[in-house]
Structure formats: C-alpha cells, structure tokens
C-alpha cells in the first residue's frame, strides 16, 4: 500500500523512515539535519561506527545503511544517498557569418547516471527495510532539496521504484508492506498524487 501525506517526516510512527542523507552519514542541512536532531546524539554516534568504504565516504551514491531511530518514533534510519543533479551550459542556436557559432545557450540535463542512482536509492532502501522486518516505510522527496533534482523526474522514480519492488513481492507481503511519500510542500503532495491517480 503506498500513502502520500505532507508533514514532518521525523514524527512518523513508522518501522523505518530514510534519510536523505550524504556521505559521511553525520548530518547536515534539511531533512539529514532535522533527522539526526530528532534521534539525538545517539544518532550521530551510531553512524560514527559505521565503517568508511572508502576515506569519509560511509554511504555511497545510491546505496543505503541501517542504524536504530533512537529518539525518534520509528524503530529505525535507513540511510541514502542521493545523486545532485547538474546542469551543463551548452551552445544552441544557429551560426554567425564565417561558421562562428553564437554565443546563446541554454540549460541541459548532464547525464552522469542521475535516474539509476535515484532508483538505487528506493531500491536498496526498500530491501533493506524488507530485510530488516520492516512493514511500514517512509521517504522524504530525495535529492529534490539542495541537491536539485527536479521534483516531477524525482517523483517519477520514486514512485516505479516503490510499484516495481510492491509488485515483484508476492501478494500477501505486498499487502503487509505500507510506502509513505512524506512530502514537505503541497506542489510536492500534488505530484505524487498525479502519478499515483
């Protein structure tokens, strides 16, 4: 079962809630820092003690980690990180006398594998909630913030990842499973609602 609700995503009383976290796990700016301050300290020191892949890289782009909720309603944090999404200016537009090209561009999408590691993080987020008991999950609009990743593409991804994983489930666990889109914004709310109609 999939819900989409506005709010605050640190008061759910769910199994699990993800955090759209970075690579070093410790924190930072919106939803990661309004997380670790809900979970208190304990919060911090869990992710602490989780080992480095490589030299303060504890989660990687697209994988997720597993740590207790502490403070927090849900019983635990699964940990994504997502991809920031970059623009690129490139030359459009026709050409100057001589073949010079004009100096007019516009904004295009760089494709450094932004959708796949996206979807990594629905995907290994989802299986590591199923892995660890969990029956309720609940996920922030990742890489939509400070990372850029347009809301609309983002909700696209998010939404076939949850449908995709429901359904190769049989249909007793699918049914057991609740996905929660906890969105901060109505705009937000309003496109998940419009790719779930």
Avoid: W
């Avoid at 020191?45 to 480095?52: D, F, G, H, R, T």
């Amino acid at each position: 079962m999939i819900k989409i609700i506005q709010g605050d995503i640190t008061t759910l009383a769910v199994d699990a809630i993800v955090n759209a976290a970075n690579q070093v796990m410790l924190g930072g700016g919106g939803v990661d820092g309004a997380i670790h301050r809900a979970a208190g300290r304990e919060l911090y020191e869990a992710c602490l003690k989780v080992p480095e892949v490589r030299p303060g890289i504890r989660c990687p782009t697209g994988e997720a980690r597993i740590t207790p909720g502490f403070k927090l309603p849900a019983k635990f944090v699964i940990h994504t990180v997502g991809p920031v999404y970059r623009e690129i200016t490139a030359p459009c537009g026709g050409s100057r006398p001589m073949g010079k090209r004009t100096r007019r561009a516009e904004r295009v999408p760089r494709q450094h594998g932004e959708p796949e590691k996206l979807a990594a993080c629905y995907r290994n987020s989802l299986v590591l909630a199923a892995e660890n008991g969990c029956k309720s999950i609940a996920f922030p609009c990742i890489s939509t913030g400070i990372y850029g990743y347009p809301i609309e593409d983002a909700a696209k991804i998010a939404v076939r990842e949850v449908e995709e994983f429901l359904a190769a489930k049989n249909a007793k666990d699918a049914e057991e499973m609740e996905v929660v889109f906890c969105c901060f914004s109505t705009h937000d709310v309003a496109v998940y609602e419009r790719l779930l109609k």
